[in-house]
């Protein structure tokens, strides 16, 4: 797919229209919740960009019953192909006003523009037109029997991609005939509230989504132990996810998780190593390394291992790190004050533990929240850089004498998300793909996504699917996949 097919319409502009507090949104109407509010700040600068109201328990209750409703009166008794249309125009909308969700996104997350504006707010359009397709089509989609909706869905999601993560929820459960509950992450909750605006003007049934930022403590698990949600999605870490999963164990609601990864990139020595080193860093530098199917562990055959780090560095010399609202920036800011302070502490570690270190020689801007780009190498399997998730810019180097020893080390992680192979030999990455125990494996690329695509992990990674068929599955009672 090109994103290109989903570039902003000509019409948008990166005007921003931003108001200076926001409620949640319930039941189609803007009111103040009673879990206080806070400050969403912009983490290249640290200036405040709004002041945003949280729910508690008692307004998530009353978030659901709004959803409730409208999945009852409403959306329940509407045709696939009406919901259909709310959905297109939905898409139509966010092509719209994407230049301004790209600007709005980038200020609030810290990821350069040029990554908002060419690939995640395109492939939020992509996602809402894909699923806008299936509204009419479930009957006979091979999803079973006469598939039906599940009722009202509790969606929590990260702050990595946050407008593309809701539109992997919001989508396919809309198209499915669900009505959504959604909570955004405390540290990006700006683009789902302009979100909320967007479904007020496709003219979406009021109730059918409704928006709630909160603390994940207190809204997030109000949420997940609501017993008038029948299905809970959740992107997030793999600590949260196992405590989502204790506490649903035995109910009726149905769960996906989509949790951490430790993404192994394996380069064989027959591989195209100038390509192989792009996709090495678009692997584990895109976004920060604030991607859960980052390639974060880089396996490169023995003899090349020189060649490809060297090239590796010289390359990354020349990536630019500063203002994420330069469209010429490759490196943005670290997304929170507290994910910065995870990263610097296990890099510390790694080194502690016998690593050598490289780091990007480049200024760091004076306010906000900064890490380097950092390659390490001499890694050893136990090292912590090669076993626990980073979450940041960081990469592990390893390296191995023969496929088997590649399949072996690329799957020695608790986690199974994602991984990447470089080779010209169509065989052998055949045979390797098929060893791996990774929900998403790339052949000669990575990072690419689709919303044909299921996509999801294995182990410690989560579990369920999202995107394509399977993810609209996932929102219907007989729809086959848990
Ligand atoms: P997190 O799991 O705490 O937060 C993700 C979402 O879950 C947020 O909306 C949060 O409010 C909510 N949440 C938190 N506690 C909850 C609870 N008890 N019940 C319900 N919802 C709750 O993740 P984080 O603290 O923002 O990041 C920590 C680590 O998680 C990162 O370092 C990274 O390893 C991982 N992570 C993974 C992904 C991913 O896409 N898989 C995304 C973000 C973070």
New binding site residues.
Partial sequence: MSFRDYAPAPESTAILNLRPSYALYIGGEWTDGRGGSMTTISPATEKSIAEISLADASDIDRAVAAARKSYDTVWSRMSGAERGKYLFRIARLIQERAREFAVAETLDNGKPIRETRDIDIPLVAAWFFHYAGWADKLDYAGLGPNPSALGVAGQ?????FPLLMLAWKVAPALAAGNTVVL????TTPLTALMFADICEQAGLPAGVVNIVPG???VA??A??EHAGVNKIA????T??GR??ARTLAGSETRVTL????KGANIVFDDAAIDEAVEGIITGIFFNQGHV?CAGSRLLVQENIQDEVVEKLTRRLSTLRLGDPLDKNTDIGAVNSKE?LA?ITAITATGEAEGANRWTLDCELPSKGFWFRPTIFTNVTTSNTVARD?I?GPVLSVLSFRTPDEAIVKANNTPYGLSAGIWTQNASRMLRVADSLRAGVVWANTFNQFDPTSPFGGYKESGYGREGGRHGLAAYLANGGAR
Avoid: D, H, M, Y
Avoid at 156 to 160: D, F, K, T
Avoid at 234 to 237: D, K, L, P, R, V
């Fill in positions: 929590i999601i990260p702050w990595n909570k955004p992450a405390e603390l994940g403590g997030g698990q949420l997940v959740f992107t997030g870490s600590g949260v405590q989502i989509e949790l951490g990864g859960c994910q995870r998730e979450f």
